[in-house]
T-cell receptor, first 111, second 111 residues
């Protein structure tokens, strides 16, 4: 099946800096993507989504960019805070109810 | 509004034993899902139920069965547990095929 991969398994940033987490996908037919945040010992939590007819979508302190040409999406977190420390997953939907999840990037915010 | 709840939170089984993981949601969602999460791997879909009365296999269904008891409840059964089924199991629900809400997870160890 299709898989979603992440460029960097770990990322450390200083508090207040911006964070960028990357994700590559392999299926050009994928039409919908989601970013999730997972804190230690908890289930994944929805952050933001984007459809394939969009290049960019903004939320509160987060922005997702989609580059369909190179099959890449990124999650940008502005003014990163200690509470942003978590594992971040991208998920790709290619058919029906099925999503494929990446392995995750662990973000550590240094106070 | 509790969202998605799962029981039990932790479970230890011996090889060959059976058990059922319970999941319930109070958001009136049509679709429900069971995932497993293993170290270094993304979430993998075991089974899903697009609506009450229907269930479908996901990426890794072998060794599992599910029951969509009603709109609120979706259970996952291990008939004869194996060490390879040691994992963290997450239940999720969604209103459509998009944003999914996850429960807190069940940590299962099979010895």
């Amino acid at each position: 099946g299709e898989s979603v991969g992440l460029h960097l398994p770990t990322l450390s940033v200083q508090e207040g800096d911006n964070s960028i987490i990357n994700c590559a996908y392999s299926n050009s037919a994928s039409d919908y993507f989601i970013w999730y945040k997972q804190e230690s010992g908890k289930g994944p939590q929805f952050i933001i989504d984007i459809r394939s007819n969009m290049d960019k979508r903004q939320g509160q302190r987060v922005t997702v960019l989609l580059n369909k040409t190179v099959k890449h999406l990124s999650l940008q977190i502005a003014a990163t805070q200690p509470g942003d420390s978590a594992v971040y997953f991208c998920a790709e939907n290619i058919r029906g109810n099925q999503f494929y999840f990446g392995t995750g990037t662990s973000l550590t915010v240094i106070p | 509004n509790a969202g998605v709840t799962q029981t039990p939170k932790f479970q230890v089984l011996k090889t060959g034993q059976s058990m059922t993981l319970q999941c319930a949601q109070d958001m009136n969602h049509n679709s429900m899902y069971w995932y497993r999460q293993d170290p270094g791997m993304g979430l993998r879909l075991i089974y899903y139920s697009a609506s009450e009365g229907t269930t479908d296999k996901g990426e890794v269904p072998n060794g599992y069965n599910v029951s969509r008891l009603n709109k609120r409840e979706f259970s996952l059964r291990l008939e004869s547990a194996a060490p390879s089924q040691t994992s963290v199991y997450f239940c999720a629900s969604s209103a459509a095929i998009y944003e999914q809400y996850f429960g807190p997870g069940t940590r299962l160890t099979v010895t």
